[in-house]
């Protein structure tokens, strides 16, 4: 436990605001060794455009992580095409893939603790030729594990997603007993590791309306919602619900909980965004490593104008320090 907790934050999409939080976060004496993944040329002309007096240092794999404002410790990576801010290039779109897989690969081998990203543009990189769907599942894809579970969290609330990014249309017919039954032991398991709780309290969203009013209003409830918390509820984990998402999120039920578990994406970020944006984090569950993320994208009409708020980056790395502690505590117990 007395190893300094080091993460890995790949700085994202080089023309976004990525590059510049990573900088901005380096302004301040920080507890974590943050050692940036990226271009370390990409860093310095940011600094340079930004007027930044900010030390880049070489970070030797074994080897501490700078802390102290002012110093920023960088692993460089190859590959990139171009520096501008604000102006998407598709020639970059392997050089930002490439940051990922080398820091989910140091996560993997325990050179890193867990791993912080900033925003990348999916866009651009499907422009590229590259089929890619997000951090999420290409992380998912890196690690070979069957599901994740993506949890955005702020220090007062945690709302975990059964579905995500999925129409509207598609919803009920993907929730199913084997994916909740997925979703739920994935995190119930990880509220434990990483987050040191001993019994997590799960408060779990019906689909429809009113929780389906007795079947009235949808059947999804009593077909495959219900059912399924009975089983998992024999098995040790605390739920209560499905209660009708209008309700649920009520000082009454939060008190009483850990976690919230809407079904789809829009059920339960809205809430959450709106009581802490700028300050909430995004956390993917089920992996075998830590990783955290900001809650935006990549802005690209704020790159390089030194505006960007590194707020949401600096809750991303406390959480993933926390998390990372709470693993490895869990670990040499």
């Given amino acids: 436990m007395s190893r300094q907790v080091i993460l890995a934050l790949t700085a994202g999409e080089p023309a976004g605001i990525g590059p510049e939080l990573c900088l901005q976060m380096a302004l301040e004496e920080r507890s974590p060794g943050i050692v940036v993944v990226a271009c370390k040329h990409l860093l310095q002309d940011r600094a340079r455009l930004l007027g930044l007096d900010l030390e880049l240092q070489d970070w030797n794999p074994g080897g501490r992580a700078a802390t102290a404002a002012g110093r ?8 990139l095409a171009s520096t501008d801010a604000g102006k998407l290039d598709p020639g970059n779109s392997a050089y930002v893939l490439e940051t990922l897989r080398t820091a989910a690969r ?35 894809e890196l690690c070979g594990v069957e599901r994740v579970v993506m949890m955005l969290a702020t220090d ?6 059964v579905t995500t990014h999925l129409p509207l249309k598609d919803v009920a017919a993907a929730i199913t007993p084997e994916r909740l039954t997925q979703v739920i032991r994935i995190l ?10 001993e019994h997590p309290r799960i408060l779990v969203a019906g689909l429809n309306p009113h929780a389906g009013e007795g079947g009235h209003l949808g059947r999804e409830e009593i077909d495959v919602i219900e059912p399924t ?39 339960g970020l809205p809430v959450l965004k709106f009581q802490g944006f700028g300050r909430a984090v995004n956390i993917t569950l ?7 993320s900001v ?7 704020l790159a390089g104008t030194g505006k960007a708020d590194a707020g949401s980056l600096k809750t991303a790395i406390r959480v993933g320090e926390q998390m990372a502690t709470s693993a490895k505590r869990e670990t040499f117990e």
């Avoid at 920023?72 to 590959?79: A, N």
């Fill in 295 to 301: 809650d935006h994208g990549t802005a690209l009409d």
């Fill in 286 to 292: 089920g992996l075998p490593v830590v990783r955290t």
């Fill in 72 to 79: 920023l410790s960088v692993m460089h990576v190859e590959g």
């Fill in 229 to 267: 918390l009975d089983g998992l509820r024999q098995q040790g984990i605390a739920l209560t619900g499905p209660l009708p998402a209008d309700t649920l999120f009520t000082p009454y039920w939060l008190d009483r909980a850990d976690a919230v578990l809407a079904m789809y994406h829009d059920q």
């Fill in 188 to 197: 119930d398991a990880d509220l434990r590791k990483f987050f040191g709780l």
């Fill in 106 to 140: 140091g996560c993997l081998d325990g050179l890193f603790d867990g791993m912080v990203t900033a925003p990348v543009h999916k866009g651009v990189i499907n422009d590229a030729g590259i089929a890619f769907s997000g951090h999420t599942e290409f992380l998912q």
């Fill in 156 to 161: 007062e609330l945690r709302v975990a997603l």
